[in-house]
């Protein structure tokens, strides 16, 4: 039911604005009969893809793959000097797309956040407050202390919320690639207890919720966000290298030979 899109670097992510992919997203809620997966990749993420072979592997099962990273979309216009096919529109933030699905009044149903350990202090009642997703609040589970030491108990505890709350909207928020790992372990729950839409977004309620300053518009609109978070976060030095990494695979994909039509005689 999502259309449009641009194919890029093995991936089919979605090509038109963040207005209509807000429409789409609201029908789905609306007439959607199970849950629609949709993720986030950055051009981290696809660098991280590249040897994690079973992260790849769900992004292309997600249903939408919204660009959540500037480099996306300027890899899509110079690859499509290559490809012929229409470059990606705009790029979607994640946090934006979270914050405009639980403000917007065509979304309706109850919304649950997984994941997020830090939230605890902050009192997502506080979000719930302002945040409402058309008469129903926002609810919220850390899930398990550590996403990478799940407990039985913690496993129980939340499917039995998740049976309880029947929520139409799922935000998982571990972080990449663990929430998209978790979601398709869970999606056949998800889909019994009537879940429509369940959406990765990483950090996307730290920066909601004030945990973490988001960059300035202006910053934003140069595409430098991923440099006020690592002035921010220092210790994403490391996840940041796989934006150089990033611009050697698009540029490798540039220079690389086209392929030839075997010939017809
Ligand atoms: N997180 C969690 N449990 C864990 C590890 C991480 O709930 O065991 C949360 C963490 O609190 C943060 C989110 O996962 O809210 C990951 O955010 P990150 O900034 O890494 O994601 P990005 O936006 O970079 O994809």
Aim: hydrophobic share 45%.
């Amino acid at each position: 039911m999502i259309d449009q899109s641009t194919f890029l670097l093995d991936f089919t992510l979605f090509s038109r604005t963040k207005i209509k992919l807000l429409t789409q997203l609201a029908k789905q809620l609306q007439t959607g009969t199970r849950p629609l997966v949709v993720c986030t990749p950055n051009p981290e993420q696809i660098v991280q893809s590249i040897s994690n072979k079973g992260f790849g592997h769900n992004l292309r099962t997600a249903d939408v793959l919204v660009p959540d990273g500037v480099g996306l979309v300027w890899a899509s216009r110079l690859l499509s000097r290559r490809t012929q096919q229409l470059p990606l529109t705009e790029r979607i933030a994640g946090s934006d797309l979270v914050s405009e699905i639980l403000t917007s009044t065509v979304f309706s149903g109850t919304a649950l956040v997984v994941g997020g350990r830090e939230y605890a202090g902050r009192t997502l009642q506080t979000a719930a407050r302002k945040f409402v997703v058309g008469d129903a609040p926002l609810f919220w589970t850390a899930g398990y202390d550590d996403i990478e030491k799940q407990s039985p108990a913690e496993e129980q505890e939340l499917v039995e919320l998740l049976k309880r709350l029947r929520p139409s909207i799922v935000f998982v928020a571990f972080g990449a690639p663990q929430q998209e790992e978790w979601i398709f372990k869970h999606k056949q729950l998800l889909d019994s207890v009537g879940v429509r839409l369940v959406m990765s977004v990483g950090g996307a309620f730290d920066m909601l919720l004030g945990l973490v300053p988001r960059a300035p518009i202006w910053m934003q609109n140069f595409g430098l966000e991923w440099l006020f978070r690592l002035v921010q976060q220092p210790w994403r030095w490391r996840r940041q290298l796989r934006l150089l990494q990033f611009i050697a695979v698009v540029t490798k994909e540039f220079i690389r030979p086209r392929s030839r039509r075997p010939s017809q005689a």
